[in-house]
């Protein structure tokens, strides 16, 4: 049994009706065996095996043989196959295909080990120029790019939540800007293809996840903190626990994913996150609670006096308004969860968290 049945049913439950645009249908997807790529194919399999949808997809991969290794009952999965290359510069695959989403990018990982900046950058705007020439070729009409919240450069600490007209931009003489940078000329190419060719490009400003598939040992808070929790303890907290981020829980995120690709408008950017903002102690502190013995928390950093703390924390009223998309699972419940697929995969470790209320 797949341990992610609920979550993939929840899925199926709050997408009704989107999935019969799929039926027949060849989907091309590249970044899906990255933390998105997993959500988006495990849906994407459920759906088509439940519905009979008879579609479809293609992944691009650089490393086939790691995604077999990480989750092999979708490499198995006759309705997927992979087509190795490099985002940047594949040989186009032969055929149609009415779908595409674009979640490649470099490596979370790489990220964490310091990767050279304008590597990253050049992988995400070359990749994006070249699947979007791809795009032309193999007659797409639907294309889904997964951009970033740090389009919008640093939140002013004056705003709570980052509306997506607002004209803020990351700094362009701080080579750190180079993701952020990189996803806003994804989007103008975006715009620029859509404008020249006919092509429907959505677009989703993506901010911050919890889940199964989320790495544990990178820089990601969340996932430390669940890690921590599993090895019994402490929860360790690397800076002052004073900044506000937000989190939703994967499923959601895979909902929002497949109404933006089929329901959003073209060349409209889509906030998608949780607006229920949490400080990075308080996070630790809601983590530790669902571990069923205490988890003393430890935090590194004194706060620094009147400093403001940093915020990421999206408006979401435009998926709402327009998608009639909404967080469904809380933040507890996304832990819990997590949590508990972690635990299944160390069995020495799985009676280490409480049962939900």
Known sequence: MNPLTDDLNHIIKHTQGLWEDLRGKRLFITGGTGFFGCWLLESFAWANKNLNLNASAV???????????KVPHLASNPAIQFHVGDIRDFDFPPGEFSYIIHAAATSARATFNSEDPLTKFDTVVAGTRHILDF??????????LTSSGAVYGKQ????????????GAPDPT????????????????????SSKYGLKTKIARCFVFVG????????YAIGNFIRDGLEGGPIKVNGDGTPYRSYLYAADLAIWLWTILLKGKSCRAYNVGADDAITISDLAKVVAKVFKKPMEIKIAKQPLSQQPPSRYVPAVGRVLAELNLKQTIGLKDAIYRTVLWNAHTLPTKGDLCKEMN
């Not at 701080?174 to 293809?193: I, T, V």
């Not at 199964?212 to 820089?219: N, T």
Request: with cysteine; aromatic share 14%; charged share 20%.
């Open 156 to 167: 002013p600490a004056n705003m709570t939540h980052t509306l997506e007209d607002y004209c």
């Open 174 to 193: 701080n080579p750190g800007s180079a993701w952020g940078e990189s996803k806003r000329a994804a989007e103008f190419l975006c715009s620029y293809y």
């Open 212 to 219: 199964p598939y989320l790495p544990l040992d990178i820089h």
């Open 59 to 69: 992944v691009l991969t650089r490393n086939p043989n790691a995604f077999v290794k």
């Open 135 to 144: 795009a032309v070729k193999c007659g797409a009409k639907n294309f889904l």
